[in-house]
């Protein structure tokens, strides 16, 4: 297994990209955000879950998938959470939004 990923920073950082490339394609598909956005965000935040966990027991040993994917389903919890708090965004302010992900708390990571 590769040591950087046992990283605690490097696995929120992977998390906060993944939910930073969800909003910014949610955005650029032209969806603003709305009560439905975030419902739609925590589902796919629960499948991710669910697929991680899948992917622990999966038979093909060649790539370790689930250490790739255990930890995406926070960065899509986050993404909800902040559209949460802007309900009314515009498409462009959720992509926006997706950006700030990334940069304020990854920065904010990176910095300790």
């Not at 389903?73 to 992509?95: F, H, K, N, S, Y």
């Amino acid at each position: 297994m590769e040591r950087w990923r046992d990283e605690p920073e490097v696995r929120l950082t992977l998390a906060l990209l993944a939910g930073s490339a969800v909003l910014i394609g949610v955005g650029t598909a032209g969806v603003g955000g709305s009560v439905a956005l975030v419902a739609a965000l925590a589902a796919l935040a629960v499948l991710a879950n669910v697929g991680g966990r899948a992917l622990l027991d999966s038979a093909w040993r060649r790539v370790d998938l689930h250490a790739y994917a255990a930890d995406l389903w926070v960065g899509v919890l986050v993404a909800a959470v902040a559209v949460a708090a802007a309900p009314d965004a515009t498409p462009g302010e959720v992509q926006a939004l997706g950006g700030l992900l990334v940069y304020a708390l990854g920065r904010r990571l990176a910095s300790q």
